[in-house]
């Protein structure tokens, strides 16, 4: 019942911020953990980040850990991320999520259609 739709990417050179952002329309944002996964070409989409509803947990993959940030905005119904000191690898499509469970096993929902994050050398 909830719609995602993320916004923020573009091209940046290697070393750069950028700062994406998830807008959500439909009740009960504010009652569930947000994610951001992305996907780069060629390769499986991958964890990036999450945060739990309370902004008490918040969860990075080993790739991202120190650069980037998670925070989210609840009376907004937003969740962003904060991409600094960007790398080349980072490029790809970002795409935030619903997290139904938090932890192992981890499941999501109610994808949005992603935005593109592209990292010059």
């Known amino acids: 019942q909830v719609q995602l739709v993320e916004s923020g990417g573009g091209l940046v050179q290697a070393g750069g911020s950028l700062r994406l952002s998830c807008a959500a329309s439909?009740?009960?944002?504010?009652?569930?953990?947000m994610g951001w996964f992305r996907q780069a070409p060629g390769k499986e989409r991958e964890f990036v980040s999450a945060?739990?509803?309370?902004?008490?947990?918040?969860h990075y993959a080993d790739a991202v850990k120190g650069r980037f940030t998670i925070s989210r905005d609840n009376a907004k119904n937003t969740v962003a991320l904060q991409m600094n000191s960007l790398k080349p690898e980072d490029t790809g499509v970002y795409y935030c999520?619903?997290?139904?469970?938090?932890?192992?096993?981890?499941?999501?929902?109610?994808w949005g259609q992603g935005t593109q994050v592209t990292v010059s050398s």
């Open positions: 439909g009740r009960g944002f504010s009652n569930y953990a």
């Open positions: 999520t619903r997290v139904l469970r938090w932890g192992t096993p981890w499941a999501y929902d109610n």
């Open positions: 945060i739990d509803w309370g902004v008490i947990r918040t």
